[in-house]
């Protein structure tokens, strides 16, 4: 009798046993690259944006070489930012304030009555379009702004400077038409820091 219950005990402790749920197996972490210990393949796109991130701070350079006037020291600044973001490998970010940077100096220089050249040295035209095509930015800029719920104050002052070089135009007066040109560029440039803000 005594040994009937002992074996009843033992086959009762054994099927709880085996009824103990196990611990959950790890998974496996996937390989790094085709073979055991091979790194993973480099981003092509990454080479493309440090390209032309890199094109943007060698034209910016150009642009700050050749540019006098009060807007110069913001541009120094937007390109020391630039510099830090190429540093940092957020290369869009970079080629964007870069370029920004740029467009501010080319519209001092537009707003200074100078003639502007591209860094291959050919000239930059004034044309009667200039106002049509800088109030067009201008209203992109302002529904960008909106939509992107973009706080930058730089982005603000600019667009304001904008609005400011626009109202100076004069149909009969074709030396007002630099006014026309550096306002576009301002305004052109605000998108482009509104565009480094939001990261694409």
């Known amino acids: 009798m005594k040994k009937s219950i002992w074996i009843s005990l033992i086959a009762l402790i054994a099927s709880l046993a085996l009824a ?9 972490p996937p390989p790094a690259g085709p ?14 944006e440090a390209e032309r ?7 910016l350079q150009f642009e700050l070489s050749h540019t006098q ?13 630039a510099q830090r973001d190429f540093q940092a490998q957020r290369y869009f970010q ?6 920004a940077a740029r467009k ?12 502007t050249a591209s860094p291959s040295g050919r000239p930059r035209p004034v044309s009667y379009s200039a106002p049509y095509r800088a109030q067009e930015r201008i209203t992109r800029l302002e529904a960008e702004l909106a939509y992107y719920r973009n706080n930058n104050p730089l982005v603000r002052q600019l ?17 007002s038409l630099y006014q026309a040109e550096a306002a576009h560029h301002l305004a052109s440039a605000a998108g482009d820091l509104i565009k480094a803000d939001r990261g694409f």
């Open 159 to 175: 667009l304001q400077e904008a609005r400011g070089l626009l109202s100076r135009v004069s149909p009969n007066d074709f030396s």
């Open 35 to 48: 073979g055991t210990n091979a790194p993973l393949a480099p981003n092509p796109s990454s080479y493309r």
């Open 69 to 81: 006037g009060p807007r110069v020291a913001l541009a120094q600044r937007l390109a020391g930012e």
């Open 104 to 115: 501010i100096l080319v519209a001092q220089r537009f707003e200074s009555g100078m003639l």
């Open 53 to 59: 991130a890199s094109k943007e701070l060698y034209r």
């Open 94 to 99: 970079a080629a964007e304030r870069a370029k």
């Open 20 to 28: 103990q749920p196990q611990p959950p197996v790890p998974p496996t």
